[in-house]
């Protein structure tokens, strides 16, 4: 289990790495990227996971000489705060104005949260400045019926490695119609905007799927007691409770839905997903919890062999799948750099947003490539369920998540 002291000491470890991956040389020029991360807070576990993908792609590029004549540079946000407990999107927005004014950054990865895309997203436009998430799924940040708000300038700045909660809600959906049988289900959100647009998608096509939705609640992410609306819950009895939302309240609303409601058929989407939840939840709290993630399953895939193989003798735990979707999200941005600068233009922000949106990258996952909108063409759904795995670590998310199959497609 890392503790506060570990994560300090790793988070030093990453940016010492990162800032020194592999000395300039005399003729090189620095491209810096960008990344805002989760750190501090109730999802700095998972975060420093992803950055960790990052970092490794990074020293790699510079390793080997990518880019010739190029050395990159990674800069790291933290839209997190103690105050909020988690992701902060007047921190995320505060983090986006720096990486606009810092004209060496020629895009960036993350954010981790869509609360913090969301408002992240106008400035990042307004900035020319590109953006791949590994893990960010709101919908709306991409969709051309918000384009006015979330790309004010016009072109697609917002990119994504993850499919959307259009398809990770709906196709959960569809995973607890036809493979649970579930005939009744009550739906609680977070109140942020990567909760309540999973919970709102996850609606729509259970109801579509003939399962009666008995009731809809919204959490408080800093209340400390749900148990009344778990024992309202009790008293209706649905075969299932589904949950949109992220670790600050699902942490605690896994451990009281155990008192109170321990055989219920219990669900998430990806912020039920990760050491996170299970360091925050333990055992047998945790116990028989689904979860999705916006991705295929890729750490036990043989592709991932060796990254996971390097990831964990690097750092000492096993990477997750949002790992790899980071660490092919920065894949594409140095893909995207060595094409502009094969064409011997400068390599500027607007040049390396062409080329992002134009990407066709060979990566872990399979060919990332994006729509006009600047999501992922792929849209897997991969489904788990927690079962203890005495033989792993309580936070080793390969160990503890077992993987159960892609979710149906809607």
Do not use: C
Not at 49 to 68: L, Q, S, T, Y
């Amino acid at each position: 289990m890392i503790t506060r002291r570990d994560t300090a000491r790793l988070l030093a470890g990453t940016a010492a790495t990162a800032a020194l991956g592999r000395p300039a040389w005399a003729a090189d020029k620095v491209v810096k990227v960008g990344a805002d991360l989760s750190l501090t807070g109730a999802d700095s576990e998972n975060s420093i996971r992803i950055k960790n993908g990052i970092v490794m792609a990074i020293d790699e590029a510079n390793k080997d000489h990518a880019v010739k004549g190029y050395t990159f540079e990674l800069s790291t946000l933290d839209d997190g705060t103690a105050t909020a407990g988690q992701y902060d999107p007047a921190q995320a927005a505060t983090n986006a104005r720096k990486m606009v004014s810092d004209q060496d950054i020629v895009a960036a990865v993350g954010p981790e949260m869509s609360g913090a895309g969301k408002a992240m997203a106008p400035i990042l436009s307004q900035g020319d400045l590109a953006t791949i998430t590994p893990s960010s799924t709101n919908p709306d940040i991409t969709s051309p019926k918000f384009a006015e708000q979330y790309r004010p300038a016009g072109k697609p700045i917002y990119f994504r490695t993850v499919t959307t909660d259009a398809f990770q809600g709906p196709n959960m959906a569809n995973f607890m119609a036809e493979k649970l049988k579930i005939k009744s289900v009550y739906i609680l959100d977070d109140s942020g905007a990567y909760g309540v647009g999973l919970a709102d998608a996850y609606q729509g096509q259970i109801e579509k799927k003939g399962v009666k939705v008995l009731g809809r609640d919204r959490l408080d992410p800093k209340a400390a007691d749900y148990t009344t609306v778990l024992t309202k819950i009790k008293a209706l009895n649905p075969d299932a409770l589904y949950y949109g939302g992220v670790g600050q309240a699902g942490t605690k609303l896994a451990k009281q839905a155990y008192d109170i409601v321990p055989a219920m058929i219990k669900a998430g989407g990806d912020g039920v997903y990760g050491a996170t939840f299970l360091t925050g939840v333990g055992f047998p709290a945790a116990e028989g919890w689904y979860a999705t993630i916006a991705s295929p399953h890729l750490t036990d895939d043989s592709k991932a062999k060796t990254f996971v193989k390097e990831y964990t003798a690097r750092w000492g735990f096993a990477p997750t799948d949002y790992a790899i979707t980071a660490y092919d999200a920065t894949l594409v941005i140095i893909d995207a750099v060595k094409r502009v600068a094969a064409t011997g233009k400068p390599v500027e922000r607007s040049a390396v947003r062409d080329a992002i949106q134009s990407a066709k990258v060979h990566t872990i996952q399979g060919v990332v490539s994006f729509d006009a909108n600047g999501d992922l063409a792929d849209r897997t759904v991969s489904v788990f369920q927690i079962k203890k795995d005495l033989n792993g670590k309580p936070d080793d998310v390969s160990a503890q998540y077992h993987y159960i199959e892609v979710a149906p497609q809607v």
